[in-house]
């Protein structure tokens, strides 16, 4: 049974998280990867499959090594989905900062 992931499903995960971060700044192997973390390499390649079954990693052939690589386009969907969320938070602490520059202790 395939089951279907999407992007928000994969970034549920923390380990899932850091490797996004991890791969950020520079491609790295599976074998890179892996050596960032606690577990056993078979649960970062599981990992590395859910991630690029999502389309937030890519993979690169170069030789006999695979690269990962971030999916930047993939990371939009995540982005407009917060957006709103952003803006709410922004509007809601713009108005307490107004209200507290207004404010005047009672003496």
């Known amino acids: 049974m395939n089951l279907r992931r999407d992007v928000f499903q994969a970034i549920a995960d923390p380990t899932r998280r850091g490797i996004l971060m991890l791969v950020a700044s520079q491609s790295l192997t599976a074998g890179a990867i892996a050596a960032n973390f606690d ?3 078979p649960t970062v390649s599981k990992h590395l499959q859910i991630l690029t079954e999502c389309e937030l990693l890519k993979q690169e052939q170069n030789g006999r090594q695979v690269y990962y690589h971030l999916n930047p386009e993939k990371l939009k969907t995540i ?9 709410m938070w922004d509007d809601r602490f713009n108005k307490l900062e107004a209200i507290m ?6 003496e």
Not at 101 to 106: A, G, R
């Open 79 to 87: 982005a407009e989905f917060i957006e709103p969320f952003r803006k």
């Open 101 to 106: 520059k207004n404010y005047k202790p009672e």
């Open 39 to 41: 577990t056993a390499r």
